[in-house]
C-alpha cells in the first residue's frame, strides 16, 4: 500500500490530528509517506500547458488517495469536506477538498548580496543559545529579522542527518533563534530588486528553517519598510542604511518588529524597545544565551491578559526532560509557556507542587498555553 508508513513514526491520532483546525476541520499536510509529491516537478516549469494539467492532476489524485486511506484507517473519522472553491475556466466554482494550488515547500530563490548558509542559523552551543548576530564589515548588526524554526528537511527516502538547532523551552520542543541580515533581501545582480517572500537570497539547507510563514511575515514587513524608506529617501536600496530599517521596525506603530533574539524579553516588557536599540548599539551586551546582559530576571507573574483565557489550579508535573504537565480536577494537560519569566520559573519547580495561574486552552493540541502564574 502506498500510505502503509505513514503512521509509522507518530501514531494513526497524531497522523490525524496534528493539524486539527476548529469546527471540526484538520488539515493534510503530512511529508512522512503521505500526501508530499516528488515526481516529474520539471513539468510544473516546462512551459506546456498540457505537461502541467498532467502534473497537477496527478497530485490531486494522490493528495485524495492519502485521505481515502486514512478515511480506512480511521473507520470513516475522517472524510473528506469542500471547503474550497475549484478553479474552473477562469471562475472559481464548487466546493473542493483540495487546495487552489500545491504548496511549494521549496523553490527558486534570489542570490543577494549576502546569502543565508545553515553555519548562520546555528546557535553556537547545544541547549538554549541564539546563532551569532550578523555583523557588518564594519561592526554593525545587520539583522532585520528574527525566526527560530528548527531546520525541517523531507526528502523521498530516508531522511539526511541535519546538524541540531532545537532545545525544550517553555514546556515544548523549539528552534533556536537565528538572524536574516538585510542583505539577504536585496538582489546582487538586479539593481532595487527586494525579495519580499521565501524567495530571499539563502542555501537549500538553510531554507528548512527560514522558509516559515512566521518568519516570511517578518521579512515581508521588512521589506516593505526598506522600499518605502528608499523612495523617502530617494535612494537606491543597496545604499540604505540597514539602522533605518531596524528602527522603522522596532518603532513601528502597528506591529513593532525587533532584529534582534532578546530571549528573556517579552514583546510587552517595558524595556523591550530600549533594549533593541541598545542591543544594535551594543551588541556585546547580549549574551550567547539571548539574555540581556543587565538584567533581572522576569516575573513569571507579569504577563498582560488576552482574549479567552481562564485560570487553571492543579498539581505541576515535571518529567526532568523538559516537559510539563497539569493535572487538574478535570483533566491532565500539557503545559507551555511562551513568557520568558514562567519559563524561567518553571525550570525550577519540584515534580508535584501546587499552583495556580491564567492560561488558554487549546483542546485540539491538547495543551495548555500559560501566561502568568497566581497567587
Known amino acids: 500500500a502506498p500510505f502503509e508508513r505513514a503512521s509509522e513514526a507518530f501514531g494513526l491520532e497524531r497522523t490525524l490530528t496534528y493539524g486539527r483546525l476548529p469546527g471540526g476541520l484538520v488539515m493534510l499536510n503530512w511529508p512522512l509517506h503521505g500526501n508530499d509529491w516528488h515526481g516529474n516537478l520539471d513539468?510544473?516549469?516546462?512551459?506546456?500547458?498540457?505537461?502541467?494539467?498532467?502534473?497537477?492532476?496527478?497530485?490531486?489524485?494522490?493528495?485524495?488517495?492519502?485521505?481515502?486511506?486514512?478515511?480506512?484507517?480511521?473507520?470513516?473519522?475522517?472524510?473528506?469536506?469542500?471547503?474550497?472553491?475549484?478553479?474552473?475556466?477562469g471562475d472559481l466554482q464548487g466546493r473542493s477538498p483540495l487546495a487552489l494550488m500545491p504548496y511549494w515547500r521549496e523553490g527558486r530563490r534570489m542570490v543577494g548580496?549576502?546569502?543565508?548558509?545553515?553555519?548562520?542559523?546555528?546557535?553556537?552551543?547545544?541547549?538554549?543559545?541564539?546563532?551569532?548576530?550578523?555583523?557588518?564589515?564594519?561592526g554593525t548588526v545587520q539583522s532585520i529579522a528574527v525566526g527560530n524554526y528548527a531546520n525541517d528537511h523531507h526528502y523521498p527516502g530516508d531522511d539526511w542527518p541535519l546538524?541540531?538547532?532545537?532545545?525544550?523551552?517553555?514546556?515544548?520542543?523549539?528552534?533556536?533563534?537565528?538572524?536574516?541580515?538585510?542583505?539577504?533581501?536585496?538582489?546582487?545582480?538586479?539593481?532595487?530588486?527586494?525579495?519580499?517572500?521565501?524567495?530571499?537570497?539563502?542555501?537549500?539547507?538553510?531554507?528548512?528553517?527560514?522558509?516559515?510563514?512566521?518568519?516570511?511575515?517578518?521579512?515581508?514587513?521588512?521589506?516593505?519598510?526598506?522600499?518605502?524608506?528608499?523612495?523617502?529617501?530617494?535612494?537606491?536600496?543597496?545604499?540604505?542604511?540597514?539602522?533605518?530599517?531596524?528602527?522603522?521596525?522596532?518603532?513601528?506603530?502597528?506591529?513593532?518588529?525587533?532584529?534582534?533574539?532578546?530571549?528573556?524579553?517579552?514583546?510587552?516588557?517595558?524595556?523591550?524597545?530600549?533594549?533593541?536599540?541598545?542591543?544594535?548599539?551594543?551588541?556585546?551586551?547580549?549574551?550567547?544565551?539571548?539574555?540581556?546582559?543587565?538584567?533581572?530576571?522576569?516575573?513569571?507573574?507579569?504577563?498582560?491578559?488576552?482574549?479567552?483565557?481562564q485560570e487553571f489550579r492543579g498539581t505541576l508535573k515535571v518529567d526532568g526532560s523538559g516537559s510539563y504537565r497539569l493535572q487538574t480536577e478535570g483533566q491532565d494537560w500539557p503545559l507551555i509557556t511562551l513568557e520568558p519569566g514562567l519559563h524561567r520559573w518553571l525550570q525550577q519547580q519540584d515534580d508535584g507542587c501546587q499552583l495556580a495561574l491564567v492560561a488558554v486552552a487549546n483542546p485540539w493540541g491538547p495543551w495548555l498555553r500559560a501566561s502568568r502564574?497566581?497567587?
Open 163 to 309: 546538524a541540531p538547532k532545537s532545545c525544550r523551552w517553555g514546556g515544548r520542543w523549539s528552534g533556536t533563534p537565528f538572524c536574516i541580515p538585510y542583505g539577504a533581501l536585496v538582489s546582487g545582480d538586479v539593481d532595487n530588486l527586494l525579495a519580499a517572500d521565501k524567495g530571499f537570497s539563502s542555501s537549500h539547507m538553510a531554507n528548512g528553517a527560514t522558509r516559515l510563514q512566521p518568519l516570511i511575515l517578518n521579512i515581508g514587513q521588512a521589506a516593505g519598510a526598506a522600499a518605502a524608506l528608499a523612495v523617502q529617501g530617494d535612494l537606491a536600496l543597496a545604499d540604505l542604511p540597514v539602522r533605518r530599517i531596524q528602527e522603522e521596525l522596532i518603532h513601528d506603530r502597528q506591529a513593532p518588529a525587533g532584529p534582534v533574539p532578546i530571549w528573556d524579553t517579552a514583546w510587552h516588557h517595558p524595556e523591550w524597545r530600549l533594549r533593541q536599540l541598545a542591543a544594535l548599539d551594543g551588541p556585546a551586551r547580549l549574551e550567547t544565551t539571548g539574555c540581556w546582559s543587565e538584567a533581572r530576571p522576569p516575573s513569571p507573574a507579569e504577563a498582560p491578559a488576552e482574549p479567552h483565557q
Open 373 to 375: 502564574l497566581l497567587p
Open 113 to 138: 548580496h549576502t546569502v543565508v548558509r545553515e553555519q548562520d542559523l546555528l546557535p553556537g552551543a547545544a541547549g538554549e543559545r541564539i546563532a551569532p548576530l550578523p555583523l557588518g564589515i564594519d
Open 43 to 89: 513539468a510544473a516549469f516546462s512551459g506546456d500547458p498540457a505537461a502541467e494539467n498532467d502534473l497537477f492532476a496527478r497530485m490531486q489524485a494522490h493528495s485524495l488517495a492519502f485521505a481515502a486511506a486514512l478515511q480506512q484507517a480511521s473507520a470513516g473519522w475522517l472524510e473528506a469536506t469542500g471547503v474550497f472553491p475549484e478553479q474552473g475556466h
